[in-house]
């Protein structure tokens, strides 16, 4: 499993941009593998809505885990998972969630400050790090923080509040800082420059091609909930449709065939 640990941080070295589609059950994580994703990362808005929680840390630690562990089930490339908030206020309670996702063979992680003063997720991270060292383990902490997506500050002082908490969370012992919202070229380029970490964007209406990111700096580019709430948006329709008229024609558009989709659970 730690080979999982240290294919994943040799990816955020390049060649090219890593890119996340977002997965939020087995099924949409064995999918997009077969599709050719060198890793797979979990959106917590889509796994949280699958399972029947609304997003922003409500879902219970081991629900998430057992999500988690049914991805890896079908997987054979590293999997990193969306933890929120860590899904406790606690530092030690979030190492030991943490040491729990280590046991499954996950790889990597993403831990987010939310409103939260930056402290309080860098001390979460320190408590990630020590709860790996103890299992004589690793895993990839990707450090998300919401300055931008939150509006946390004034427009003006963003970025270095961005660094400022880069530089927290570095020190803390993070692998990567993910910056949702972040989308303007020249502030992308300040941050890259500054974080002292790879940096990873989520996909959004104004964020520059993927080559343009890439030629920033930026090393990894998430699709974040969009996939999902593409699909619950096309399945809300079709059901409408189906209650308004039982019309069968239209569930057969565009979809993938029965043989397909089995075949990509057969052996696993």
């Not at 977002?22 to 890793?39: H, I, P, Q």
């Not at 580019?221 to 308004?244: N, R, T, V, Y």
Request: proline content about 5%.
């Amino acid at each position: 499993m730690s080979q999982h640990v240290a294919t994943f941080r040799q990816m955020h070295g390049g060649p090219g941009l890593l890119r996340f589609p977002n997965a939020w059950d087995a099924g949409s994580a064995r999918l997009f593998e077969s599709l050719g994703a060198r890793a797979i990362a979990t959106t917590s808005a889509g796994v949280a809505w699958a399972l029947g929680y609304p997003d922003g840390g409500r879902m219970p630690a081991d629900v998430a885990i057992g999500a988690a562990v049914n991805m890896a089930r079908v997987l054979r490339v590293p999997l990193s998972v969306d933890l929120e908030n860590g899904y406790a206020e606690d530092p030690v309670t979030v190492g030991e969630t943490v040491r729990r996702l280590i046991d499954a063979g996950i790889a990597g992680l993403n831990i987010e400050d939310g409103r939260d003063a930056p402290e309080k997720l860098a001390a979460k991270i320190e408590a990630i790090r020590s709860a790996t060292a103890n299992a004589g383990a690793d895993i990839f902490v990707n450090a998300r923080t919401d300055v931008f997506l939150a509006s946390l500050v004034d427009a003006p002082q963003r970025v270095g509040e961005t660094l400022s908490r880069a530089a927290t969370y570095r020190a803390a012992g993070a692998d990567s800082l993910f910056v949702p919202g972040l989308r303007d070229a020249g502030e992308i380029a300040a941050v890259v420059e500054g974080a002292g970490l790879p940096v990873n964007l989520m996909a959004c209406p104004g964020l520059a091609p993927a080559s343009e990111l890439e030629r920033l700096g930026v090393r990894r580019l998430s699709a974040g909930s969009g996939i999902a709430q593409m699909l619950w948006g096309q399945a809300g329709k079709l059901a409408q449709e189906f209650l308004d008229s039982g019309r069968s024609e239209s569930m057969a558009e565009g979809a993938m065939p029965y043989p397909q989709l089995q075949a990509l659970f057969a052996g696993r």
